[in-house]
């Protein structure tokens, strides 16, 4: 007999760590489309990680000077996702100061291949749902209460996973060890 209980993972455990979104995913059919041309657009889109982004941007030096302005254009957005708590942060540009929004994650549920983290950081947001494509994370709201009649559909966000090198992102690591008893 054992007197080991075996926890059951949780299904944030894949997403778990820090997320950098795409510039591309914030306003794909507008800003994105008109400096990258359609067929950039649709060229870039379908890359199914990073790695291959950045190849196909080495392998066309006007198309990855059009991506470069596109990055440059706007904030950086990160998420960090951990066992109880969300956190989405912006980058200051010059219109704008940095902002950090962290909520509480109350519940967990899985529909389909999505993952439904029910967390509330805004009275008109009840969750987010997560759902991996490839090596991105898309990430889209879920309305409250009236508001899934009122407002259109989410944008889906598309992130990809920070580089443990990554400049800003906290590499330090937490040792949780239990105290040795003698």
């Not at 795409?22 to 067929?39: C, F, I, Q, T, Y």
């Not at 990680?49 to 254009?73: F, N, P, V």
């Not at 993952?115 to 494509?133: C, E, G, M, Q, Y």
Request: glycine content about 6%; proline content about 6%; some cysteine.
């Amino acid at each position: 007999m054992s007197n080991v209980v075996a926890f059951p993972t949780s299904l944030l455990a894949p997403f778990f760590g820090t997320w950098i979104r795409d510039p591309m995913s914030v306003s794909r059919n507008k800003v994105a489309k008109r400096m990258l041309g359609e067929d950039g657009l649709k060229r870039l889109w379908r890359c199914g990680s990073i790695a291959e982004l950045r190849q196909c941007l080495q392998e066309d030096a006007g198309l990855a000077e059009k991506y470069a302005a596109l990055c440059g254009s706007g904030a950086e957005g990160r998420l960090v996702i951990a066992r109880h708590l969300m956190t989405w942060s912006k980058s200051a540009t010059p219109l704008a100061a940095a902002r950090t929004v962290s909520s509480a994650i109350t519940r967990v549920t899985a529909e389909g291949r999505m993952i439904i983290v029910h967390n509330a950081p805004r009275p008109t947001v009840s969750a987010h749902a997560l759902r991996r494509k490839g090596e991105w994370l898309l990430v889209s709201e879920l309305y409250a209460g009236r508001n899934v009649l009122y407002f259109p559909p989410s944008p889906v966000f598309r992130y990809y996973r920070a580089d443990r090198n990554a400049p800003g992102l906290d590499t330090r690591t937490v040792s949780l060890s239990a105290p040795d008893i003698a």
